[in-house]
């Protein structure tokens, strides 16, 4: 049986660091689930279904990768897909104890499930898709930032 491994987040869009963590992910694990959180905290420039579409688009390469959205706890959608592990992204010692929180929680929620951090590539360190929807507002260059879908999605949100 394939170890199955969640990796969550808002992908408002999707970025060239978190593929860049995806594809790392599909090396070490038989089936990545890519869990696109409703996230009703934040005010989203993209639907939930064109952010699950969009990571579905840019992972096309990768056959172990399923996008699937989701709302409530993670934790409970990691359960209900049977899997034990979380693999989350490190950009820097910032979001180190906001991750130790977040890791400790779920297991609360959870009993067993493990979360498993990357480090992040060294051209992405700084990246969030924040940053993205930013530079992009202003007329910024985004394309070495996004997967091609994403710069399509973004061309026809103007
Ligand atoms: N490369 C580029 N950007 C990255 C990155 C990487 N490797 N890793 C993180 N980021 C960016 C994200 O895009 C995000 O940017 P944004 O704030 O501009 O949207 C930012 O860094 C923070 O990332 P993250 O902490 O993963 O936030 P998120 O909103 O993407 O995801 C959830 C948070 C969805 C995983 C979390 O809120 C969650 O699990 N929610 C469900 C409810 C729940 O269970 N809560 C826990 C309670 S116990």
Redesign the pocket.
């Known amino acids: 049986m394939s170890y199955t491994v969640i990796y969550?987040?808002?992908?408002?869009p999707i970025?060239?660091?978190?593929l860049?963590?995806i594809e790392r992910a599909t090396k070490l694990f038989g089936k990545v689930i890519v869990?696109v959180?409703k996230?009703p905290?934040?005010q989203p420039l993209f639907s939930l279904e064109e952010r699950t579409q969009l990571v579905e688009q840019s992972c096309a390469h990768l056959s172990n990768v399923q996008a699937v959205g989701f709302s409530?706890?993670?934790?409970h959608f990691a359960t209900l897909h049977n899997a034990k592990t979380l693999i989350?992204?490190i950009?820097g010692s910032d979001?180190i104890e906001?991750e130790i929180q977040?890791a400790q929680?779920?297991e609360?929620?959870a009993a067993g499930l493990e979360t498993v951090f990357?480090p992040?590539a060294v051209e992405?360190r700084y990246?969030?898709?924040?940053?993205v929807?930013e530079i992009y507002r202003h007329q910024g260059d985004v394309t070495q930032f996004v997967p091609a879908p994403v710069l399509k999605a973004l061309k026809e949100k103007e």
């Open positions: 969550a987040g808002t992908f408002d970025t060239n660091g978190h860049d963590i869990a959180a996230n905290g934040k409530g706890l993670l934790a989350r992204g950009r979001d906001y977040l929680l779920n609360k929620q990357f992040p992405w990246l969030s898709s924040t940053m929807r």
